[in-house]
């Protein structure tokens, strides 16, 4: 399967049995195009009180500096014409720097960081544009095959599907 939006040989296939997550979480069909009304710009399912002061600061919630890096992410949402999307609600959650997330169904060796849920929000201002400040995420050990680890990475759930990011 190849998606218009990736060069051949750019990126590893979407579904890939020996990564197991692949075959469970890789689409299977064809993206659809789905014609928005125009205009398609804003997002009014969005909604500017869900998101709180130090939303988009995820190294403010706890009492003092959470450890490892501190790192800026920043994209543009865009349309699949590639227009920008204002008002887009962008959410981002990750491990601490461990590898570790604040969850129950995480309880793998690495320490949490008390200092650190790895949860943030925004809405896109009215160029597309996000900007998170967070700590560089750690990876961890994910069951695909044995040993394996998940490298670093940070989930991006978007209420728009084209977007481009960058830390
Ligand atoms: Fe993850």
Known sequence: MQFDAVAPGSHPPLIYPPYKSTTKRGPS???LRIRAPAPVSTNLAARSSLILPNDTDLTLHGH???????IVVSGVVRD?????VRNSLVEIWQAN??????HNRDQHEAPLDP???????MLTDDEGRYRFV????????????????RPAHIHFPCSATCMRSAW
Do not use: C, M
């Open 115 to 121: 200092n650190f849920y790895g949860v943030g929000k």
């Open 29 to 31: 069909q064809e993206p």
């Open 80 to 84: 699949e014409d590639g227009r920008p």
């Open 64 to 70: 003092s500096a959470p450890l490892g890096e501190k």
């Open 97 to 102: 720097s461990a590898g570790r997330y604040w």
């Open 134 to 149: 967070t700590i560089k995420p750690g990876p961890y050990p994910w069951g695909n095959h044995d040993k394996a680890w």
